[in-house]
């Protein structure tokens, strides 16, 4: 039986441009987990894996009109954005580069012998060593950042492990360039190609994460195939971290005082931040909770006006237009809810953006056929539900799941911790996120230390901050800034684990500590010997030293 065509196709018409390659059999993605697997030797050295990074940057930078043009006509994402998208890209493997010269993911840790201690210490060194080979599975809404040069791919080359990445069907000639490129990258600075492998299809995925060779998986997409994939993982008879991105609603709380203040702002930040790409970025603003009265009455007009000023546009594939269609029309069948301006098909082949508005009561109650409100509808839409007094935001609150962000627009006076509003307000709200999902932190109750204050500002920041990776206060989610303190994951379903797949954190999901115990100078690896040869930043005897 001939192997299934990977065709690349046009959004834009739904017409096939052009067969890329073919689908993985089982034979092929066992081949290329065993060459990255034969090919962990080369990578021990950090010098040629900064090295590789780097060079895989430049021949990207090099290669970025056709790369923007290819990833254009299999994305209808538009060059500008796409540009972004290459320069993003590119600065974070060589922020990865800085990161393996620097040295310190491997957190060194040197104790030595104590025999005076009660118990005894004995000599202990403890640091960081790489899995072995990472499966990454690409995203369709990055088709560079989050695919096949992406994050995903940069952090587990940085941190030694070779990488067999699963393409997405929606840019197959965007991975194919890409992955040329990168490989060009390996054998440029004298790595053998197989560090970096590329397969297509369903089942091909399927096969990789089942791998006995294959030792950690990072995705970004649905929950429907990323939990799939997560079970798969699980299910193994040596089971695997997985480190998937699955959805997120991304909840906006707008108090009185802010939307009083600048409501027409809000209205527009929220209009732009939820239309950014049709809608297809992940930490898009999918439902927001904003006051009863004239000041949140100005809001919705105010969001009203720019988001009917909003051009339809395209989505990744046909299938997910469908999605968003049906998403949208079931959603605006339920009772009490409204559409001021109607998400739908724009064309035949586009999408126009909309908001449903609804009473936040409607959502507060459990078991009251809204919760379809509480999912993520992935397209150009969002939700403004509208809440009368406190006890319904924390009411809301307490029945989300795990997000990427969550975000606050405050009022000046909220912002200074100058408000008066009773504790009682807001209280309970974090109890109740945990209560909802299991996702409380700190003390097993969901409640967080309210450390800038005890005013309603910090209430509410102390409310969120259970439900979300990353907090904001008067901005808005759409776009994650590569740098050391990002933080990019949350409480599931946003991410099946508790790391960050964006900034130099991101290293740690594959590695694993290992300490050695008495061991003799002579046998010691290099990172972990008394006179430092590679002058790392490490702990010894409690005390941080270079």
């Known amino acids: 039986m001939a192997a299934a065509p990977v065709w690349s196709a046009d959004p834009r018409t739904g017409k096939r441009r052009e067969q890329v390659a073919v689908e993985a059999t089982a034979a092929e993605v066992d081949a290329a987990v065993r060459a990255a697997h034969e090919a962990r030797d080369a990578l021990a050295d950090r010098g040629i894996r900064a090295a590789l990074l780097r060079r895989a940057a430049d021949l990207l930078d090099g290669a970025g009109e056709r790369i923007v043009e290819a990833a254009d006509a299999e994305t209808a994402l538009g060059p500008g954005r796409l540009t972004g998208e290459l320069a993003r890209t590119t600065y974070q493997l060589r922020a990865f580069a800085d990161v393996v010269d620097e040295g310190a993911f491997l957190d060194v840790l040197i104790d030595h012998a104590d025999p005076a201690l009660t118990p005894p210490r004995p000599d202990l060194r403890r640091y960081k060593i790489p899995l072995g080979v990472v499966a990454v599975y690409a995203a369709s809404n990055f088709p560079l950042a989050f695919s096949v040069p992406g994050g995903d791919t940069a952090s587990a080359l940085a941190a030694g492990c070779p990488v067999v990445v699963k393409a997405h069907p929606d840019h197959p000639a965007t991975s194919e360039l890409c992955a040329a490129l990168l490989r060009r990258a390996a054998a440029e600075v004298g790595l053998p190609e197989g560090v970096i492998g590329l397969v297509h299809g369903f089942e091909a995925g399927i096969e990789l994460v089942r791998h006995p060779l294959v030792a950690a998986a990072g995705f970004t997409g649905s929950v429907r195939g990323g939990r799939a994939l997560y079970d798969a993982a699980a299910a193994r008879p040596h089971p695997i971290p997985f480190h998937g991105e699955l959805g997120s609603l991304n909840p906006v709380v707008v108090t009185e005082a802010a939307a009083e203040e600048r409501a027409e702002q809000i209205g527009t930040g929220l209009a732009g931040s939820m239309t950014l790409g049709t809608g297809q970025f992940c930490v898009k603003p999918g439902l927001v909770l904003a006051p009863h009265g004239p000041a949140g009455d100005r809001l919705e007009r105010s969001l009203t006006e720019a988001v009917s000023n909003t051009e339809a546009g395209v989505l990744l594939d046909h299938r997910m237009r469908d999605a968003f269609l049906d998403g949208v029309r079931e959603r605006a069948a339920l009772p009490d809810v409204e559409a001021p301006v109607t998400p739908g098909a724009g064309g035949e082949h586009t999408v126009s953006a909309g908001f449903l508005t609804v009473p936040a009561a409607r959502l507060a109650a459990d078991g009251g056929g809204h919760d379809l409100l509480l999912e993520e509808c992935f397209g150009p839409v969002t939700v403004l539900a509208r809440y009368t007094d406190d006890a319904e935001i924390s009411a809301v609150l307490a029945r989300l799941p795990g997000n990427l962000t969550a975000t606050l627009q405050l009022g000046a006076a909220e912002c200074a911790g100058e408000d008066g509003v009773p504790d009682a307000a807001v209280a309970g709200a974090g109890d109740g996120a945990e209560a909802g999902d299991?996702?409380?932190?700190?003390?097993?109750?969901?409640?967080?230390?309210?450390?800038?204050?005890?005013?309603?500002?910090?209430?509410?920041?102390?409310?969120?901050?259970?439900?979300?990776?990353?907090?904001?206060?008067?901005?808005?989610?759409?776009?994650?800034?590569?740098?050391?303190?990002?933080?990019?994951?949350?409480?599931?379903?946003?991410?099946?684990?508790?790391?960050?797949?964006?900034?130099?954190?991101?290293?740690?999901?594959?590695?694993?500590?290992?300490?050695?115990?008495?061991?003799?100078?002579?046998?010691?690896?290099?990172e972990l010997r008394e006179d430092n040869p590679l002058k790392l930043p490490r702990r010894v005897d409690g005390r941080a030293e270079r």
């Open 438 to 526: 299991g996702s409380g932190s700190g003390d097993g109750t969901g409640r967080v230390a309210s450390a800038g204050g005890t005013g309603r500002g910090a209430r509410l920041l102390a409310a969120l901050t259970p439900l979300a990776g990353r907090v904001l206060v008067n901005g808005w989610p759409t776009g994650v800034a590569v740098a050391p303190a990002q933080h990019h994951g949350g409480p599931y379903p946003a991410t099946t684990s508790t790391a960050t797949s964006v900034g130099g954190t991101a290293i740690e999901r594959w590695l694993r500590p290992v300490v050695y115990q008495d061991t003799p100078p002579a046998l010691l690896p290099p």
